[in-house]
């Protein structure tokens, strides 16, 4: 039975590191979000960004506005919170509405105050092998939690199924980076079994059912990034859980895998472009 990696616990342990060191600073870092659309659930995770930060020591501070609004609008606002000193983190919660474009808006935060790592400058350091400011948040999780219980990725075949700039491509650059060979399987991938058996570390981020035991050789390290809700409200992974975790050696659950680390991430990153 497979070892689970328990993102909740580090989770927890790395925010406890990180209100430790918050006590002892005079000027507290602060995370401004911007919420452009009426997701419920996008409320969820914006609250539970902003509790978490304020439990820690973090301020927040949350700019709402209504799906309509236009882009110049949410342009203005981000270069008021660039030039704010006070700011030291910017975070856009995406999805954004279809009428505003995206990278235009991700782009327009200042590199140094772009707490998730997606805008050009930082995406491009990362993928010439250059550290930026911060590496984005759920790659770093996955990697923090595969540290956490000393998984060796050198020289190992690592499998990242699924290629959004949100997840994939990142956490695939950042395995390669640390000497991994490297694998990015996608929906216009044919065989997908013929590649996913061969790998050592399996990282599946794609939000649908697809990962089965059979798809899978034994004691390969699975990490599920993928979360859905089934007709009944019940949340999903990527992942076959029950019968996946028979063969793996190590499986991160979900929820209580993943997300957690994603949330820690974000608190890490936020500390950290305050450094300077």
Request: proline content about 5%.
């Amino acid at each position: 039975m497979a070892i689970i990696l328990d993102g909740k616990k580090l989770r927890d342990k790395i925010l406890v590191q990180l209100k430790s060191k918050l006590d002892s600073l005079d000027k507290k870092p602060t995370l401004a979000v911007i919420l452009a659309n009426d997701d419920p659930a996008s409320l969820i995770y914006v609250n539970n960004k902003k509790k978490t930060a304020e439990k820690i020591g973090i301020n927040s501070s949350v700019y709402t506005y209504p799906k309509n609004v236009d882009e110049k609008t949410l342009i203005n606002k981000i270069r008021e919170l660039n030039n704010d000193k006070n700011i030291t983190a910017i975070l856009v919660q995406l999805p954004l509405p279809e009428h505003i474009d995206k990278q235009k808006i991700i782009n327009t935060i200042a590199p140094k105050k772009d707490v998730d790592g997606l805008c050009d400058y930082n995406f491009g350091k990362l993928f010439a092998g250059e550290k930026p400011y911060v590496y984005p948040c759920t790659p770093k999780g996955v990697l923090l939690l595969l540290d956490e219980y000393n998984i060796e990725l050198e020289g190992k075949h690592a499998v990242v199924v699924g290629r959004s700039n949100l997840v994939g491509k990142p956490l695939a650059q950042m395995l390669l980076n640390r000497n991994a060979t490297v694998t990015i399987c996608h929906s216009k991938t044919k065989n997908l079994p013929d590649i996913t058996k061969t790998a050592d570390v399996l990282v599946s981020a794609v939000g649908e059912n697809i990962i089965e035991e059979k798809m899978l050789k034994p004691n390969c390290v699975v990490v599920d990034v993928g979360i859905f809700k089934d007709n009944e409200g019940k949340l999903h992974g990527d992942v076959d859980f029950e019968n996946v975790s028979k063969i793996a050696s190590y499986i991160s659950p979900v929820p209580g895998g993943v997300g957690p680390m994603t949330i820690a991430s974000l608190m890490l990153n936020t500390v950290e472009l305050s450094a300077d």
